[in-house]
């Protein structure tokens, strides 16, 4: 059976509970990012909270397989189960929890990358049940607020004294703590390249980046191949063109926010722990 139809199916169960708002497909079947891997992501949104028996009867009539049962944890209820030899990923959230998420972001600018997934997650999801709560959330996330991109960019142009070090690491054929490195930098050009390009962050760790950087339109050029290249090619050349990277995002970062000064962060990124002489 095809996942979306899949969901919808299962959905419909989740829906005979009175407590439930609404019920929304997100994730890689939503995104149209789907493969052979993966799994079907259900977000869950309640009137009031859920008892452990309201979360454990929609998958006992779907004949499912509990994986995983966690409790109520950072305004989140979370399991995993199979059915039909699909794994299903529920995240439940009170419905005020994710008007609460939608305010602290779109109004405060908290840039907390656990609420922009969440809010991500409603901006591009699919409802299957409860529509009208959630066209009402996505009305209310649907225009990127500057003040939160400045944050971002704020937050995410310090690149850390580490990356200070990664000629002497290089020399040194210190690769894991390179690579460390070298991974903590992408991740922050990514948050700054999805505040430039005005999108809320939708995975933690920056899930599916080849094809978040090849829909996006303001990146450097060949944003994909060549954050690829960083990881997977020769160490030195990798140090180089990460190096061109983050000149050109901090670039295109000062021409959107000109009101934001990145030249010392452009120095500061530019610098490299001297040998001693």
């Known amino acids: 059976?095809?996942?979306?139809?899949?969901?919808?199916?299962?959905?419909?169960?989740?829906?005979?509970?009175?407590?439930?708002?609404?019920?929304?497909?997100?994730?890689?079947?939503?995104?149209?990012?789907?493969?052979?891997?993966?799994?079907?992501?259900?977000?869950?949104?309640?009137?009031?909270?859920?008892?452990?028996?309201?979360?454990?009867?929609?998958?006992?009539?779907?004949?499912?397989?509990?994986?995983?049962?966690?409790?109520?944890?950072?305004?989140?209820?979370?399991?995993?189960?199979?059915?039909?030899?699909?794994?299903?990923?529920?995240?439940?959230?009170?419905?005020?929890?994710?008007?609460?998420?939608?305010?602290?972001?779109?109004?405060?600018?908290?840039?907390?990358?656990?609420?922009?997934?969440l809010l991500s997650s409603i901006d591009d999801g699919i409802p299957l049940g409860g529509e009208k709560a959630l066209f009402e959330l996505k009305g209310k996330i649907k225009l990127y607020p500057v003040k939160l991109g400045e944050a971002m960019v704020k937050e995410n142009r310090e690149l850390g004294t580490r990356w200070q070090n990664r000629e002497a690491l290089l020399a040194r054929e210190d690769w894991l703590m390179l690579y460390q490195i070298i991974v903590a930098v992408e991740v922050k050009l990514m948050g700054i390249l999805f505040a430039l390009n005005q999108r809320?962050?939708?995975?933690?760790?920056?899930?599916?980046?080849?094809?978040?950087?090849?829909?996006?339109?303001?990146?450097?050029?060949?944003?994909?191949?060549?954050?690829?290249?960083?990881?997977?090619?020769?160490?030195?050349?990798?140090?180089?063109?990460?190096?061109?990277?983050?000149l050109e995002v901090f670039q295109l970062a000062q021409t959107l926010y000109p009101n934001f000064d990145m030249s010392g962060a452009m120095e500061k990124a530019g610098w490299a722990r001297p040998k001693n002489s």
């Open 1 to 117: 059976m095809e996942l979306k139809e899949l969901a919808k199916e299962i959905a419909d169960v989740y829906m005979h509970n009175p407590k439930i708002e609404s019920v929304m497909l997100g994730g890689s079947v939503a995104r149209n990012l789907s493969d052979e891997f993966s799994d079907i992501e259900l977000f869950i949104f309640w009137r009031e909270s859920p008892t452990d028996e309201d979360r454990k009867e929609p998958i006992e009539k779907l004949g499912g397989n509990i994986l995983d049962f966690h409790p109520f944890e950072d305004e989140e209820w979370s399991e995993t189960y199979t059915v039909q030899n699909v794994k299903l990923e529920i995240s439940s959230f009170l419905l005020n929890t994710a008007f609460q998420y939608s305010e602290d972001v779109t109004l405060k600018y908290d840039t907390d990358l656990e609420k922009q997934v």
């Open 200 to 246: 809320y962050v939708h995975h933690p760790a920056f899930k599916w980046q080849k094809a978040s950087l090849d829909n996006m339109e303001i990146k450097p050029e060949n944003s994909s191949e060549r954050f690829a290249s960083v990881l997977l090619g020769e160490p030195k050349e990798s140090l180089e063109e990460l190096e061109q990277l983050i």
